[in-house]
């Protein structure tokens, strides 16, 4: 298999599509076509993504695009045991707040959008960014307290899966943009940070030097 994806500094639904192929233990490669390049806006880099949009996941001659479609794929493929929580009430909760932040949270996605290469000491959020926030943290901490901690993994439903791999962006931003949460959910992004997969795509993005600036927020420091 193949995975498409934009900027890894940048590109949260391509973070999204790596993790789930991280996730699902199968062989693929990546790559990464620079966002915003004259070769991304003709559309000339852009001829394998059919929703024009970054993820892709190309699975011999199947095209799969969607974060969540890709989700979906990988888990009918690599199991659902994997991706999901067995036991029906922390399913339920899995599906519903993946499906919620897949569909939502415009406010904090377009405040804070992804940055892995700055930080934001001084940034206000608005009433809208601490409302996004403040539902996030409710569903965090009850994944957590209900499902995640009684399993002894320090993950949404304790084994990191794919409501963790939809939420990775939200760790980032929270991080980046230093948006307030509680003890519970400082305990989770500390967790998130240390996976070795978080790891490995934040050095990754860090050595990009592909220029980009979609996103303008004043007051960034390079971290
Ligand atoms: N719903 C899609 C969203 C994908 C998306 O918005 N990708 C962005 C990059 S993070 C993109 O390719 N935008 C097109 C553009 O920048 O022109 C998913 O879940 O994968």
Redesign the pocket.
């Known amino acids: 298999m193949r995975l498409i994806i934009?900027n890894k500094a940048?590109?949260?639904?391509?973070l999204?599509?790596w993790l789930a192929a991280k996730l699902s233990g199968l062989p693929f490669t990546t790559s990464v076509v620079p966002?915003?390049t004259p070769e991304?806006m003709s559309g000339a880099s852009r001829t394998e993504?059919p929703?024009?949009?970054?993820?892709v996941l190309w699975d011999g001659p199947l095209a799969i695009?969607?974060?969540?479609a890709i989700i979906l794929w990988l888990a009918d493929k690599g199991g659902h045991d994997r991706f999901w929580p067995r036991d029906p009430a922390p399913r339920a909760l899995a599906y519903a707040m993946s499906a919620e932040m897949?569909a939502g949270f415009q406010p904090l996605r377009l405040a804070c959008p992804m940055n892995l290469k700055e930080r934001f000491p001084d940034f206000v959020p608005s009433e809208a960014v601490i409302a996004n926030v403040a539902r996030i943290d409710a569903l965090w901490s009850e994944a957590r307290e209900q499902h995640g901690a009684p399993l002894g993994e320090p993950f949404l439903f304790g084994p990191f899966s794919a409501a963790d791999v939809m939420y990775a962006p939200v760790v980032h931003r929270i991080a980046t943009y230093g948006l307030p949460v509680s003890a519970v959910s400082r305990a989770y992004i500390a967790a998130m940070l240390a996976h070795p997969w978080m790891q490995e795509w934040t050095a990754d993005a860090k050595a990009e030097t592909f220029p980009f600036d979609r996103y303008p927020v004043p007051g960034g420091v390079p971290v």
């Open positions: 934009g940048y590109s949260s639904w391509s999204r599509g966002m915003d991304w993504m929703s024009r949009q970054v993820p695009w969607d974060s969540m897949h």
